[in-house]
């Protein structure tokens, strides 16, 4: 079984960075796809970004240009950089395992305009 932990939300002013990690333990993730989805308040749960097990990214095309997705398997990492963040980037950041479905318990992220 594996266990997803995400850290780094907080709240920060429009134009700020943040760097969202997920940190896996129980099994490695190097031969998985990972993603990030995010949840607004009165929302559905929404797909953010995306990367292989070989680096190959995919994005909405909303943060196209702000956030970066990356990975290091030494560590059983996976990051997200968000950068230029505005306020509708606001909410629950989740990271999500693909091969079995597993979710982490979320950070949430709060962008001040």
């Known amino acids: 079984q594996v266990q997803l932990v995400e850290s780094g939300g907080g709240l920060v002013q429009a134009g700020g960075s943040l760097r969202l990690s997920c940190t896996a333990s129980g099994s490695a993730l190097s031969d998985r796809t990972m993603g990030w989805y995010r949840q607004g308040a009165g929302t559905t749960r929404e797909f953010v970004a995306e990367i292989s097990k070989d680096g190959v990214t995919d994005m909405i095309s909303s943060v196209k240009g702000r956030f970066t997705i990356s990975r290091d398997n030494a560590k059983n990492t996976v990051y997200l950089q968000m950068n230029s963040l505005k306020p509708e980037d606001t909410g629950v950041y989740y990271c999500?395992?693909?091969?079995?479905?597993?979710w982490g318990r979320g950070t949430q992220v709060t962008v001040s305009s």
């Open positions: 999500r395992e693909y091969l079995y479905g597993y």
